[in-house]
């Protein structure tokens, strides 16, 4: 018999810990009550800016791909249809991110990031409940207000994002110059 031993890199760790993290704020917010069915803020999408502002595009994978399957998971969502929007969502949104590594960070900083990938998620989620859970029904008449929600969110986590990453910069700059 051969015993497999995994040792984990402060990577590892580093992706676990912003993974919970993510995981917490998910699960925080399935709690709270939504005015519309799968309107919601998308909390756990500043972990994944952060991350990938500070550790980059692949540490964001796994840290939005471990939350979409253990939040769903620890919600009893896993492999249904609620768990396919998140995953969708979540692609769709990464997918912006990578596209979007090359714009000019002076103009594409955190704010705009998140409100690009906040419309890539909500796209991706009417193009799936359109193709897939509604085939008959034309849910893009809800885009306005779909499109309204990812704005307002999306505007709203960037701007925590950027103010995460100026304390954090700030701080880190204080504690190395004492």
Do not use: C
Request: avoid cysteine.
């Amino acid at each position: 018999m051969t015993v497999l031993t995994i040792k984990p890199t402060a990577e590892d760790h580093r992706i676990a810990y912003l993974a919970a993290l993510a995981i917490a704020l998910m699960l925080m917010e399935a709690a709270l009550p939504s005015p519309l069915p799968g309107v919601k803020p998308g909390l756990a999408n500043i972990v994944t800016l952060l991350v990938l502002k500070q550790y980059g595009l692949r540490t964001a994978v796994w840290v939005s791909g471990l939350r979409v399957v253990a939040g769903s998971i620890l919600l009893g969502s896993f492999l249904t249809p609620s768990f396919m929007l998140s995953l969708g969502g979540a692609v769709a949104s990464l997918a912006v991110l990578w596209l979007a590594r090359g714009l000019p960070e002076r103009y594409f900083g955190a704010v705009s990031l998140s409100v690009l990938a906040a419309f890539a998620h909500v796209g991706a989620q009417l193009t799936i409940v359109s193709l897939w859970l509604m085939p008959t029904v034309n849910v893009f008449y809800l885009s306005p207000v779909f499109a309204a929600a990812a704005w307002v969110f999306g505007l709203s986590n960037g701007l925590i994002t950027a103010y995460l990453l100026t304390s954090h910069h700030g701080n880190s700059q204080h504690e190395s110059a004492t």
